[in-house]
């Protein structure tokens, strides 16, 4: 996105002798529509564990309550990888923030979990 300049930006600039420096956009529509491809693709990889944790952002430094209290039962904190191994659990962080809105959804996560570490 190019900067724009507001004419009180602008005069202010100039009054102190800098130049307004725009920068060139030489795309094309193709090459947007790649950035929003890639943009769309790209995922973050955590291993939590036997899971692994799949986002479209990196976790926030401030891990949520639920993702803190998997860390304290699996005795691990999330770490990046690669990608996730095809044959683990894999979650989606947003679908689980969505899924632990509702106190059944609580119930059926946890539930989940212990399930999965109990096979193990």
């Known amino acids: 996105m190019p900067v724009r ?6 005069d202010a600039l100039k009054v102190m002798a800098i130049p307004a420096y725009q920068l060139k ?5 193709e090459s947007d529509a790649d ?3 890639a943009a769309t693709t790209l995922r973050y990889h955590y291993r939590l564990g ?3 944790l ?9 891990l949520p309550r639920w993702l ?5 039962l699996l005795d691990c904190r999330p770490v990046a990888v690669k990608a996730a191994s095809d044959s683990a659990m894999v979650w989606d962080y947003q679908q689980c ?5 509702s106190a059944a959804g609580k119930r059926e996560f946890w ?9 193990q």
């Open 68 to 72: 803190e209290d998997c860390c304290v």
């Open 97 to 101: 923030q969505q899924q632990l809105s």
């Open 35 to 37: 950035k929003t491809q």
């Open 54 to 62: 799949t986002a479209a952002e990196p976790l926030p430094v401030q």
């Open 50 to 52: 036997p899971f692994y």
């Open 25 to 29: 956009q030489l795309h094309s529509a």
């Open 111 to 119: 539930h989940n979990i212990r399930q999965h570490i109990t096979q």
């Open 5 to 10: 300049w507001r004419a009180q930006q602008r």
